[in-house]
């Protein structure tokens, strides 16, 4: 099968590129011809994959998504493809995978929430950026510009359903998988002492991993005031901030005022995250919005317990308290702390564990390919029959 795949960057560092790189591996064990049409690469492509240099104006947010999504539609056209799959760059394809969910509810949870700065808000009304964006998903969800739409949790699926006329049987919920042996709880044992040595933190720390990037997004500010909460009963909690934001200067001032100081470390991005879920007692990420935040499977895949927000399609691998806790919407800092405090019991957190691992073992990124394949061949039949 000869299958183009569609989007703006070829990386492995973020939710999105992570995805498309695997699953780029995995047709390509599987022996099908994959192309990429990419505008970056911004990590060395495995030996087999075509990279198709897509032109991008480079001007500003608004030129990048409109020039990439002219170029990558032209020429994704004029190749000979069995399957066209896109992410949300371009109009038109034969599969549509939205791994970030429904832009509008992006907009209406995170650019337009109270909490936002009121800027933020004004350009999300005004903003030809914004107003674009609108535009391009109501084109690619129109009827007729896809054969059958992917997404990544009920949530979105529901999301989609509400604001699009889309029938049942064009979209399928597939979630993410995860790489079972990179991130498998028996193999970071040495990784846990090591990290928790290297950063300066003993046994008697409470570590709570928090990891994203676009810090607002991934309510790491509704996070950092539910750890001032935690730290008045537990003063050796600790928080591990691994991610970028553009205003982290802002968040480390916020740190200072809340008098967190040491019991905050910010670390950056990184390319090795299991050595830091082994560091870690537990995975927090209070999302504003996100469609199934990758970051969710592989802490469970870890045997991390994970506390994450009702606004995150990943809270449904979490069952009733079992693998860990979903934040209700209206829960905010306060709730949020009242959580992580449960999981101060070693024992309890030990047990959440256990099960978080033997859910996500339920979702290998094998799953996955199958059932991406699995909608492939039904596009493709329904491609045969349409002549």
Request: hydrophobic share 40%.
């Amino acid at each position: 099968m000869k299958v183009a795949l569609v989007h703006q960057t070829y990386s492995r560092i973020g939710g999105r590129e992570h995805y498309v790189a695997n699953l780029a591996d995995g047709l390509l064990e599987r022996g099908h011809e994959v192309h990429l049409f990419c505008a970056k690469v911004r990590a060395k492509p495995p030996i087999g994959l075509h990279i198709h240099r897509v032109f991008r104006l480079n001007v500003n947010g608004l030129t990048r998504a409109l020039s990439f999504a002219a170029a990558a539609q032209a020429s994704v056209t004029r190749g000979s493809f069995d399957i066209v799959q896109g992410f949300g760059d371009i109009t038109r394809q034969d599969v549509l995978r939205l791994g970030g969910g429904c832009h509008r509810e992006f907009r209406k949870r995170v650019l337009l929430s109270p909490e936002a700065a009121v800027g933020k808000r004004v350009a999300a009304r005004i903003s030809p950026y914004q107003w674009a964006q609108m535009w391009m998903e109501s084109a690619r969800l129109r009827k007729g510009a896809f054969v059958k739409l992917i997404v990544n949790s009920k949530m979105v699926r529901d999301e989609i359903r509400k604001r699009f006329a889309i029938d049942d049987d064009d979209i399928r919920v597939v979630y993410n998988g995860v790489d079972l042996e990179r991130f498998a709880p028996e193999r970071l044992v040495g990784a846990r002492r090591e990290t928790r040595r290297s950063l300066g933190l003993g046994d008697e720390n409470l570590v709570v991993l928090f990891l994203g990037s676009g810090f607002f997004l991934k309510g790491l500010d509704i996070l950092l005031k539910a750890h001032g909460r935690v730290t008045e009963k537990l003063p050796e909690a600790r928080l591990l901030v691994v991610g970028r934001d553009r205003k982290q200067r802002s968040y480390e001032r916020s740190c200072e005022r809340f008098g967190l100081g040491e019991r905050v470390r910010f670390l950056g991005t990184t390319e090795r995250p299991e050595t830091l879920y082994a560091a870690a007692d537990l995975f927090v990420l209070p999302s504003r919005y996100d469609a199934a935040a990758n970051t969710v499977l592989e802490a469970m895949a870890s045997g991390l317990p994970v506390v994450t927000s009702g606004a995150n399609g990943a809270k449904e691998f979490i069952e009733g308290g079992r693998q860990g806790y979903v934040l209700e919407d209206n829960g905010g800092s306060e709730g949020l702390a009242a959580l992580i405090l449960r999981l101060s019991s070693k024992e309890e957190r030990e047990a959440m564990g256990r099960r978080a691992r033997e859910k996500a073992e339920r979702f290998p990124l094998e799953r996955n390919l199958e059932e991406t394949l699995g909608v492939y061949g039904k596009v493709m039949e329904l491609k045969r029959r349409r002549g």
